[in-house]
């Protein structure tokens, strides 16, 4: 059965100022119980309190984050430096599971570039499975650009048929597709889904008042940025229909991520995230 958890990019303030074990702690208290790592250092000492939060607390290390290469400004290991860590770690958390946040800036740059990341994906993924671990790839909008009428993602996927899928059903509607049909596509591929809500906020005072200065361009960039992320059931994804579609489709893990926060606490928006989750019917897979 899919298990809800957290993402703990949200959380990465907490970890370096409490801990990874104290900030798990609160997790749990909320009624999550699984975490994928993303955006914290893999030192010593958190890998200490992940594995102290697994055993005491239940915690679940549903995933771990890794590049393929080294990432300058990124707290992300890279399988091309770090490979035998990696897969250390990973079994030290019982961690099966290892995702790509995000293809490399350059990647981008063509469909050549985009092939030539995929295939050395390919090549970890294949490695990895040797030691019973599999590799993700983690979506954003960028990746339904069209090389020759192909989805960028497509292209990934079709260049590493080992390495599965890890979808953002934000960041596919931010990227102009439906998501229910785009987990259905990957059906088989997909064992982790991060939900976070799509939500259109309210033009703020101030840029009427850009307006009214004459500052057209200004007002227009606030126009532009009345796309924001949201807490899950707070935006306008159609929550009830993706969770199982999300199931259907063969997700171990369903992650709830909030980019950012609108002035928030982290543990306001997870809460709220949480019971409204629960009110659509979705408190077993807590």
Aim: hydrophobic share 45%; charged share 25%; no cysteine.
């Amino acid at each position: 059965m899919a298990k809800i958890g957290v993402q703990a990019m949200m959380l990465k303030e907490s970890f370096a100022e409490v801990g990874a074990f104290e900030t798990l702690r609160k997790v749990s208290a909320i009624g999550y119980n699984a975490v994928e790592v993303s955006q914290i250092p893999m030192t010593p000492e958190n890998v200490d309190e992940l594995e102290r939060a697994r055993t005491e607390l239940g915690m679940d290390i549903a995933a771990l984050s890794v590049a393929v290469e080294g990432r300058k400004g990124f707290p992300v290991e890279s399988l091309a430096e770090n490979f035998d860590k990696i897969v250390d770690d990973a079994k030290r958390l019982d961690s099966t599971l290892l995702r790509i946040g995000m293809l490399p800036f350059p990647a981008m740059k063509s469909l050549e570039a985009v092939v030539d990341f995929a295939k050395t994906a390919n090549g970890y993924a294949e490695r990895l499975q040797e030691h019973g671990i599999s590799l993700y790839y983690h979506n954003h909008h960028v990746e339904f650009a069209k090389f020759d009428g192909k989805y960028m993602l497509d292209v990934i996927a079709d260049n590493s048929p080992a390495m599965g899928m890890e979808i953002d059903v934000h960041w596919v509607q931010r990227g102009g597709l439906d998501p229910v049909r785009t987990l259905q596509k990957y059906a088989g591929k997909t064992a982790m889904v991060h939900l976070k809500d799509y939500r259109i906020g309210q033009m703020p005072e101030s840029s009427f008042a850009l307006l009214e200065q004459g500052d057209f361009a200004g007002f227009m960039a606030e126009f532009k940025n009345v796309v924001q992320f949201a807490e899950v059931g707070e935006g306008n994804l159609d929550f009830p229909s993706i969770v199982p579609a999300a199931v259907e489709a063969g997700a171990q893990y369903l992650l709830v991520e909030q980019d950012e926060l609108y002035g928030r606490t982290v543990w306001d928006a997870l809460q709220t995230s949480h019971d409204n989750l629960v009110a659509m019917g979705h408190g077993d897979l807590f």
